[in-house]
Nanobody, 125 residues
């Protein structure tokens, strides 16, 4: 059974850091595109970053480039999203998802087949 557990959210001051975790079971993260999405109050869900299963390339939306890093560890079957230099506009519910489109060159799709329940990130002083 495919299951995704995303965690690591919390309250952090502007300029701070958080690391989100996406632990997968029932499948191996190496074989599927893994993406992080977020949805802020009153806004549409947006793709933040993803890891391609084909060539290991990564994609980041412009607003997080240079601040966020997506990585994975095969031993723990987990994908991480390291978030540095956080800004109030990063406040959102963050979701990990698997099995969709991701390309370092062409971006990430919005349709993924498997989703975590989300973890809330609040950036505020």
């Amino acid at each position: 059974q495919v299951q995704i557990v995303d965690s690591g959210g919390g309250l952090v001051q502007p300029g701070g850091s958080l690391r989100l975790s996406c632990r997968a079971s029932g499948f191996t993260v190496d074989y599927y595109a893994i993406g992080w999405f977020r949805q802020a109050p009153g806004k549409e869900r947006e793709g933040v970053a993803c890891f391609s299963e084909y060539d290991g390339s990564t994609y980041y939306t412009d607003s997080v480039k240079g601040r966020f890093t997506i990585s994975r560890t095969n031993t723990k079957n987990t994908v991480y999203l390291q978030m540095n230099s956080l800004k109030p506009e990063d406040t959102a519910d963050y979701y990990c998802a698997a099995d969709g489109f991701c390309s370092g060159e062409y971006g990430m799709g919005s349709h993924y087949d498997h989703w975590g329940r989300g973890t809330r990130v609040t950036v505020s002083s």
